[in-house]
C-alpha cells in the first residue's frame, strides 16, 4: 500500500531564491520517502494562484491543478516561514483557498479531506512557530484531515533577528532533527491507518444535514457500522 | 470494545455555579454515552489543583487523582470559557499540568498520552473560539493525542457583550449543534480505531533518543512492523 | 493641525465586489472626518502588490506607492476580513511589506513609522476578530506606531457560516458602533498629542545601536530632553 | 513629575523559586528607575488570588489590594512565562481578574485604566513571545491602557527545549538589551505625554452610552475640547 504525500511550500519567495522551509521540508521528504512514500513537492509562489475562496477563480488561476493532486494524495504536508510571529501570507492564501473544499464532499458526504493526515513544517529567524502551526493544523482538522501526534517540525533560532533555518546550521539542530523524524513517521503511520480503516461516514457527513437529523441518529448510522 | 472519555471542564467557576461551558459538554456526553463510550465529566476549579509543570506538586495537590483519569481514558475532551480572547487561565493550568507527562512514556517508548484521542469544548459571549480551540489542539497533539476531523464544538454570540450559551439558547444553535455531532462521533470513530491498530512505537519514541539514531534507522524500526 | 488617516482594506476581493470590510472601514471615516481628518481609503487588491518583506520588489511593483501614502500620514488603519480565525493573507502581506521599513529610519534615528497611530477594523461572519487585531496591532507597535485605548472596532455574527456584515445589518450592532466611535476618536487622540508631542528619540533610536551604550545612556540622552 | 510604575510578575513558581521572568523584569526597572520612575514588583503567586473576573471574589481574595496599586500607577508592565506557546495561567488569571475595571470608570467616565501606558515582558526557553505579547497588549488596550512602540522585550532560546533565560545568559543577549531598553523608554515617554496630555473624555466614555448618541456627537463633545 504505497502513500502519496503533497507538501506544499508556502514561502514568499520564488524560484530559484533559496528557500529555508523547502530546506527543512526535504528532511522530511527523505524520510517519508524512506518509508515508502510517493512526495510531490509544490512551491506555491512559483504557480498563479490569486487571493480567493472558490476552488477555481478564473483567469489562468493554477490552485485547481494543486488542488487536485492534493485531493489525490493521502498526506498534506504545509510548508510555511514566520513572518511578525504569524504564518507566511502565502500559507494564509493556500487555507483561504482550501475553502472551497467545503462546497463538495468525498463519496460517502463527507468533507473531501477526511481521510487524509496533515502535518506542518515551519521555519523563522526566530518565534512563531507555535502559532503557525496550531492555527494551520487547527484548519486542517476543520478542512477533514486528521492529526496524528507530533504533526510538526520546525526551526527557528533565539529571540530577535538572526540567520535562518539554512545559514544557522539548522540542519545539525537535535530537536529539529527529532521532531522531523516524528511527524513525518506519525503522518505516515495514521495515513495507513485510514487508508485501510476509515472514518466512517456516520455522524460527520455534509450533505442535507439537519439539526433534525440529530434525533433520528439510528436512521442514519446502521447497527455495527462503527469498528 | 467499550471505550472511556474523561471530560475536563476548564470554567473558572466552582460548582454549583452555572457553567455554560459544561451545558455544552453535557450535550457532548450525551452523543458519546449513545455510541457506548463510558463518561466522565470533571470541573477542575472544584479540586485542589495548583499552578505548576509537574505531575505532583505536593501538599495535598490533587491533580494526580484526575491525570491518573486521564492516563486510563481513550478519550480526552477540554472544555473551557473564552476570556479576552484567549482560552480560560484554568485550561492553560491544565495544559501546564499534562507537561508532567513528558517525563514518562507509554510501555513502548511513546509518550504517554500516545493513541489517545482529543477534542475541545469552548463557550463566550463571543469571539475567540479558534484561539481557543487551535492551541488547546495543538497542545494535546504534542502531548501525543491524535486530533481527528472536526474535533472542536463551540457556541458564541456575535460581536460584544451578550448572554452566554444557556441564556442564548445557545442549545438550539443548528451550527453547534452539528459540530457538536461531528466531534463527538469522530473522537470515537479515531479512539476505536487507534484501540485496534496503534500507532506503531518507530520513529517516535523517547527514551534514549539522539540525533545519531537517525543515521540507524534500520535498527530501531524492524521490518514489517507498521501496517 | 490637520491629521491625515490611510485606510488600507485588505480584503480579498478587488473592486467593484462589495467589501464587508471597507463598509465598516467607511463607518470609521465618517467619524474620522467629522473629526476633521483627511482620509485615504485603499483597497490593496486593486493594486499591483507581489509578495515579500523589501519595500520596493520590483517588476512594476505597486506597494512603494501606497507605502509613501502611509509614510506620510498621521494614521494608520487596517481594515481585514477573517478567514479560518486569522486574518486574511492580503493583511499578512501588508505586514510582511511593512517589514522594508525596519531598513530606514525616520530623520531622529527611530523607525519610521514612529509617531504614528495604529488601529484596525475587522469583519467576519463569525469568531476570529481578537486573533486579527491583537496581531495586527502588536506587530504594528513592533514597526514603530503608538496604540491607543480601544483601538479596534468589529462586527461578527455568532459561531459558524452566517450572513457577513452587510447583509446582516452589522451597522445597526450597538458593540460595533460604539467602538468604531472610540477607536476613531481615541486614533485622532493619540495623533494629535504625538504630532505635538513625539516621543523623543531617547533610548529607542536604530542606527549604530550596540549593547555598550546602555553604559553610556548619558551620551546618548542629553539632559532634559524628556518631557 | 515623578512616575510610578506597577510589575506584575505572572511566573507560575511561588517565592523564592528563581523566576527567569523576574530576572528579565530587574532590568527593565533598571532603566525605569533610571528615568526617575518609581517601581513596585509583585509576583502575584505570592499572594491569594483566587480564578475569577471581578475585582473581589471575597474569601480572602488579595487582587483587590494588588489592583489598588495597578490603578494608582501610571505604568503597567506584566511579565510571563510561556507554556506551551501560550502566556502562562498565571497572566491570563491576571488579565481576567482585571475583567473587573470594565464595571468602573474613571472621573470623567471613560475606563479607569485610561491614561495609564502597558508593557509586556516574556521569558522561555522557546518560542512563544509574540503570542504572549500581542494578546496581553491587547487586551491591555481594550482594559483602556495606551501601547507605546515596541512596548514588549522578551527572551526566548531556539527551537526545543533549552535553558532558560538565567541559565543561558540571556542577559548579554543583544537583542533582548536592546528591546528592554526600548520597551522601558518608550512606557516612560507616553507615561509623561498623557499624564501631562490626557486622552480626552470625548467619543470614549462609558456611562450611559447609547448607540443613539452617534447622531448628537456635538453635545457630547464641547467645541475645542480636543487638542
Redesign the interface.
Known sequence: ?RLKAVLLNCT?KKSPAVSNTEALMRKVIE?LE??DVECELIRV?DHNVP???ESDMGDGDEWPKILEKVLGADILIMGMSI????????A??V??RL?GTYNTTNDVG??P??NKVGGVVVTGN??????C???T???M????????????T????????GPSYIEAGGE????????T??M???V???A???K??P??P???TVPG???ED?KH?EQRMPAGH??
Not at 141 to 152: K, Q, Y
Not at 154 to 161: E, S
Open positions: 500500500m514568499l524520510v524512506s518509508l509562489v487571493f480567493g475562496v513572518w511578525f510571529g504569524v504564518r507566511s501570507s502565502v494564509q492564501m487555507i483561504e475553502d463527507q468533507y479531506l477526511y526566530e518565534d512563531g512557530a507555535h502559532d502551526a496550531s492555527n493544523l487547527f484548519n482538522s476543520h478542512l477533514g484531515l486528521a492529526i496524528p501526534p507530533n504533526a510538526d520546525y526551526w527557528l533560532g533565539n529571540a530577535g533577528p545539525d539542530h537535535p530537536y529539529t532533527q527529532k521532531t523524524q516524528w513525518a513517521h506519525n505516515v503511520h495514521l495507513r491507518t485510514l485501510k480503516h472514518i466512517p456516520e455522524g460527520n444535514w439537519q439539526p440529530c441518529r462503527v469498528g
